[in-house]
């Protein structure tokens, strides 16, 4: 396995079951997160996190819903947000119907909101940071003013709102897209409600470690994002197996024992 497929054949692999999860599945709610990967304290080459106290890897995981779609593996002090980006492009190829994406507020950019919605199709809920304002730029007028501002390229004033804001994102404005959908969550009174939803995905990476090996102590080096990606798979053949024989709770695992 390590010599014939190696980490991007594994990866290969996850996209697959992905790929399966996402045409099985109902429109769902999707999640980015980072789960640490607890390292052996004498590891020279593993990072120290002050958040968790211990010397850890990440694991960065997507998901709708319960089931896990893709993963990426990191140094433990790394942050969640540059991630994002990869998980947007890969989760974009499998095709998922998405009611919402939720994240907490360390994916908080203009940048992060835009792509969610130009890629995903999906307004994006993150958690605002404390000092987060309704931003002038994302108001309809300012969108309405850039849009006409830019005729001479194809701006449409009388186009429809997403016809504008998908015209933005193309012509080096994607940041005054993230300032609408942003605004959007600013103002939307039952933000808090729907952002609880993301909760489900802190519990499935507990389940994950409660069912397959999900550290990297004891590992070498060069091989531990490999062990990584392969228990995450194995996960995810379990729910796949679930799926098939109609188990439910599909993460019930007690057949398998």
């Excluded at 307004?123 to 000092?131: C, Q, R, V, W």
């Excluded at 990584?228 to 024989?245: H, R």
Aim: net charge positive.
């Amino acid at each position: 396995m390590k010599y014939r497929l190696g980490v991007t054949g594994i990866k290969k692999v996850m996209k697959m079951n992905g790929k399966m999860f996402s045409g099985l599945l109902k429109p769902g709610i999707a999640t980015t997160d980072s789960t640490p990967m607890e390292a052996s304290r004498y590891n020279t080459h593993a990072k120290f996190n002050p958040h968790y106290n211990m010397k850890m890897y990440k694991a960065h995981i997507t998901m709708i819903g319960e089931f896990p779609l893709y993963m990426t593996f990191t140094d433990g002090d790394a942050h969640d947000s540059p991630e994002l980006v990869d998980h947007i492009m890969t989760v974009r190829k499998m095709e998922p119907i998405l009611h919402e994406y939720c994240l907490d507020s360390g994916y908080d950019s203009f940048e992060n909101h835009a792509d969610i919605w130009y890629h995903l199709s999906v307004i994006p809920h993150i958690k605002m940071k404390e000092n987060a304002v309704d931003n002038k730029e994302g108001s309809l007028k300012r969108i309405d003013h850039w849009v006409n501002k830019m005729w001479k390229i194809g701006g449409d004033f009388h186009a429809s709102l997403d016809e504008k804001l998908r015209f933005l994102y193309e012509h080096d404005r994607a940041e005054q897209v993230g300032m609408y959908c942003r605004n959007r969550s600013i103002n939307n009174q039952n933000f808090d409600i729907v952002y609880r939803k993301r909760s489900k995905c802190e519990s499935i990476h507990a389940h994950i470690k409660d069912n397959v090996t999900f550290d990297v102590r004891g590992i070498q080096f060069r091989s531990k994002e490999l062990y990584a990606l392969v228990n995450f798979i194995s996960y995810q053949l379990l729910l796949l197996t679930n799926i098939q024989n109609n188990v439910k709770p599909v993460n019930a695992f007690r057949f398998y024992f």
